[in-house]
């Protein structure tokens, strides 16, 4: 098997896409390959115990907690996130990282490593470092950025006070490149009728539209005016039937026979919500989600959690309570 990955790796061809087309090609000595199945695994094995190696700092890394579980290093692919609850628990835990690649002859890439700041106004009330605060990887200062992308979802330093409702709104621009490169792939390829032209948008642009709703779903649906995401669809469906834009979104929704994509949404999070119901307890991910179920009504003040915003999110697309939330499975 050794052999057979030293074989994948003996060869690896590349080319870099530039405005006057492709570069030569070249060979690639650093990193995993990008879409390859054995990445993920072959990062893995690498990286088996730089989670031990994180915890044995103990409360010089700050670690942070989350429904009374120590939250480890986010690892997935070729990229890793250390969180950390302070500034010096953050640097510490860069030192250790540093200690552990120079150990298992790794390398990490500086110029793409970023530092976000997510307490609250950060040292100057923006986000920003504080007076005398800096980070730093093997000597090279790293960047400070306002926002970062992790597993497709775009993070920024709003996230902590309004949820991840900015998620949405990344995504609601790639939905929308998305769109008009479907409809001119469909117009190519004689695809005109308005039934095509919906089928095509639930294949290629709804799932980059809705990708990641069971996160940042409960503070779209929970916001009074219409969601950029959402308004992406209502354009296609305008668009589609030829309709000018003083047309209401529920009669052009009405003659395509289509729900808006809220619909989806709440089904989504409320299967997510299932299968953390389910797991009983034993993912982090669960103990973090429904934190704030036990003692819900016992008058004590809980932080904002996902689970406390998941029923007035509902109920407000539904203008009903959501019986769902009362029993661990929702009829389909």
Known sequence: MLQAIQAMYADVPVCVRTEEGLSGCFQSVLGVKQGCPLSPLLFGIFLDDFEGHIQQLGDAAALPQLA????????????MFLLSSSASGLQAQLHALQDYCNAKKLTVNAKKTQVMIMRPGGGSGNGKLAAGESFEYAGLPLEVASST??????????????????????LAKAGRQAMFAMRRRAWELGACL?????MLFDVFV??????GCELWGVDVLLRPDCSSVERVHRWFCRRVQ???KQVTAAISLAELGRQPL??????????FWNRLQNSGGRRPSAGVGLQGQSGAH???????CWLSLLEPAVAACLAVRAPCLRHPRMAH
């Open 242 to 244: 030829g309709l000018p």
């Open 298 to 304: 016992a008058g004590v003040r809980r932080p904002r």
């Open 194 to 198: 308005v039934e095509q032209q919906c």
């Open 68 to 79: 009374g579980r120590t939250v480890p290093p986010l690892l997935f692919a070729d990229d």
């Open 206 to 211: 709804k799932p980059v539209l809705s990708y």
């Open 149 to 170: 992308k992790y597993l497709g979802l775009t993070f920024s330093q709003l996230s902590k006070q309004h949820g991840f409702a900015s998620c949405a709104d990344v």
């Open 262 to 271: 809220q619909s989806f949404w709440i089904q989504q999070l409320v299967r």
